[in-house]
């Protein structure tokens, strides 16, 4: 049985990836870095912690990494405000799927990135919990973002979906024993090997409904690449199965 569905943001619900991978280009660029071929790649899940290393010990920027990840996000955020680049359907699926399941907003995106998002989306009231990579641990491919939102959540990770786009994301949901419904990035496409792991894959948000994510809980569990501490999730106060759920207040 599915009790809840947590939304990647980056490459699923904002077309985002390029205009990220833009900001950092341009940082690298200004301040004395070289570009790597498998740099856009390497950095896609991570945290601001971990990317703005990787910038100035792997590409060479000049600066320190709390400067690195402010002149990243100030670009980002002045586009967004400009224009935010909502994928196709984005909001439709996060209301649809709301109305029936808890919604949670997993992002490697910063806590001000996500905070921005979600007023000028005008979603601040459809997700019960929004975590970000930098305020756990490790980014992605590694499972804790995911691992926080069940924990806050308080509901087994085996019994959530996650909605991811790349490698490192679907990789991250699949550690964390999750179900994972991918819709591949247009931009930066996953893995074949990786993508053939998915539970489901739609090629649109519009493909992502509701009969075909419960669907999911009805199938047998597949083995993830770093399983969840069963005995850690079952320490959780039992959770409601949210078949009632009618999504959040207006």
């Not at 077309?15 to 498998?38: F, K, N, Q, T, Y």
């Not at 990317?51 to 402010?70: A, C, M, N």
Request: charged share 25%; net charge negative.
């Amino acid at each position: 049985m599915i009790e809840a569905v947590v939304f990647d943001l980056d490459g699923v619900l904002l077309d985002s990836e390029i205009l990220w991978d833009g900001a950092r280009r341009r940082v690298a660029d200004e301040h004395g870095g070289r570009w790597r071929p498998d740099a856009t790649s390497d950095m896609q899940g991570m945290s601001s912690v971990e990317w703005s290393t990787y910038l100035r010990d792997q590409i060479g920027v000049e600066l320190d990494k709390e400067r690195i990840v402010e002149l990243v996000v100030a670009a980002l955020l002045a586009r967004y405000r400009h224009h935010l680049p909502l994928l196709p359907g984005a909001l439709d699926a996060v209301a649809r799927i709301g109305r029936r399941w808890p919604l949670a907003l997993a992002s490697s995106a910063n806590r001000p990135v996500i905070n921005e998002f979600l007023a000028l989306s005008g979603l601040t009231d459809a997700f019960l919990v929004t975590v970000s990579s930098e305020e756990v641990p490790r980014g992605k491919p590694h499972p804790d973002v995911y691992l926080e939102v069940c924990r806050c959540l308080r509901v087994p990770s085996r019994r959530c979906v996650a909605i991811e786009d790349s490698s490192n994301g679907i990789k991250a949901a699949l550690a964390a024993g999750m179900r994972v419904a991918a819709v591949p990035n247009r931009e930066f496409p996953p893995e074949a090997g990786v993508l053939a792991r998915a539970d489901l894959v739609v090629h649109q948000l519009d493909d992502l409904t509701v009969s075909r994510l419960s669907r999911l809980g009805d199938e047998p569990e597949q083995s993830a690449v770093d399983p969840v501490d069963e005995q850690e999730m079952e320490s959780f106060p039992a959770s409601d199965s949210h078949s009632d759920w009618a999504g959040p207040s207006a």
